[in-house]
């Protein structure tokens, strides 16, 4: 897994008293009881600080000599795997009142409710800004799943979440600033935008302190941002079958011949919205059905259960492996085989009450006659098992992020939003919060 490091110097700026660390993140999976370290500052696995998701919570942790120095760490979990949140960790150990010395932010609001608060003593001076210390983002010896944005640290220096976000005047919404004012970023400090994807750990801060890629994956960059959030699978809505993964962008059904279901993350109950699937597979026979479905379709379970699962009830309508097309226990003739890596389109109008398919070219409408209402919602909606041969299978979904699958892709839907595999029909729409706001 990649992460981004750095070597700090002297801190001439008390950085390692007084610091703030401000980033966007949207988490891949909920993580359960394992540690999803984003922030750490370490010499060794004894004395380190570190930013870490536990057990869902956010933590802060101070060790020195293999004694915990401070640990705090919210009541609040954190599973929404479709959502971006804004933290922002503030440490000034300078202050009297213990409760100032961590603060933590989530979208502008300081969490108050903590299930752990032993804070730092006054004046202690931990790894962040130490020098000769290596600055991780992304991991420790736990990796962090998901997506970053927008990652600032600042060395010596206090900063509100108002330096680094807002509230939007129109939709309500905590969203980032472009610009900002009155940092000094210190000899430590760094922001990071990830707009360069073959430079990730790039400094936009105008200081020159980049942080050194320990790997560089295949189309790191996303188009999913705090800005634009896209429909992604949904681990919460997944069954505990399958793996997501590639920033669940792509799940897997790994030697289980049972089908497995996922949903995905956004869901829609009007409007004409556009979605691609490309099979992963390379075994005989995979099985895989894709299509859309209602919020309300039971995944976790046998997917041929009676009653259950997106095609033996009346809520999921799909197009099977081989071609047929499938819902309420009944299938029929409609397109052809998926072929190794072949991609296929998924067009759902939610104003007429159809769903199509794409295989190269259109292939008309599947189903009609969908009962549709503004409290009937849609997603996307996959389910796969295992191929004949006991290979694992694939699938990876690609609302206009194409993301880690393929990055070349330039056609684009009704709103100007690209990275599809075919010509987006007309009038349809990529499944990301900018056109769900957009289109009201």
Request: proline letters at 2%.
């Amino acid at each position: 897994m990649s992460y981004l490091s750095r070597s700090q110097v002297s801190s001439g700026t008390n950085g390692r008293k007084i610091n703030t660390i401000s980033t966007w993140f949207k988490k891949q999976s909920y993580s359960g009881s394992q540690e999803k370290t984003i922030f750490e500052a370490r010499v060794d696995d004894n004395n380190r600080n570190e930013i870490k998701f536990f057990n869902d919570t956010i933590q802060y942790l101070a060790k020195l000599s293999g004694s915990i120095e401070a640990i705090v760490r919210t009541h609040r979990v954190f599973r929404d795997v479709g959502s971006w949140y804004h933290l922002v960790i503030q440490t000034d150990t300078t202050q009297s009142t213990a409760a100032d010395r961590v603060k933590i932010y989530i979208n502008g609001i300081q969490e108050t409710s903590m299930a752990v608060t032993s804070y730092p003593s006054q004046d202690y001076q931990g790894r962040f800004c130490d020098n000769g210390t290596t600055f991780m983002v992304g991991r420790n010896n736990s990796v962090f799943s998901g997506y970053l944005a927008e990652t600032v640290f600042v060395d010596g220096a206090i900063h509100a979440p108002t330096v680094f976000g807002e509230t939007d005047s129109t939709t309500v919404v905590w969203k980032p600033k472009t610009t900002y004012s009155g940092i000094t970023y210190g000899n430590n400090g760094f922001r990071l935008k990830y707009e360069n994807a073959a430079n990730m750990g790039l400094d936009s801060s105008g200081e020159g302190h980049n942080l050194t890629n320990s790997s560089v994956p295949t189309n790191p960059k996303s188009d999913d941002t705090p800005s634009n959030n896209f429909c992604t699978w949904n681990k919460n809505a997944a069954h505990t079958g399958l793996t997501v993964y590639n920033g669940a962008l792509s799940i897997e059904n790994s030697n289980n011949a049972a089908w497995r279901t996922a949903l995905g993350t956004l869901a829609v109950s009007k409007g004409k919205w556009y979605w691609e699937f490309k099979n992963g597979a390379t075994g005989d026979s995979p099985y895989i059905i894709i299509g859309a479905a209602r919020t309300d379709t039971l995944y976790n379970s046998y997917i041929f259960t009676q009653n259950q699962g997106p095609w033996r009830s009346t809520t999921g309508w799909g197009m099977q492996n081989n071609g047929t097309k499938i819902h309420n226990n009944s299938s029929s003739s409609y397109g052809s085989s998926f072929a190794s890596h072949s991609v296929v389109g998924c067009k759902l109008d939610l104003d007429n009450g159809t769903i199509g398919f794409i295989q190269g070219s259109d292939l008309g409408n599947a189903y009609t006659g969908i009962t549709t209402g503004d409290n009937i919602f849609f997603t996307p909606m996959a389910s796969i098992g295992e191929a004949d041969n006991g290979t694992d299978v694939q699938l990876h979904l690609n609302t206009g992020n194409s993301g880690n699958y393929d990055d070349s892709y330039t056609n684009v839907d009704a709103n100007g939003i690209e990275k599809f595999a075919y010509s987006v029909p007309s009038g349809y729409y990529a499944l990301c919060t900018r056109n769900i706001q957009s289109l009201g």
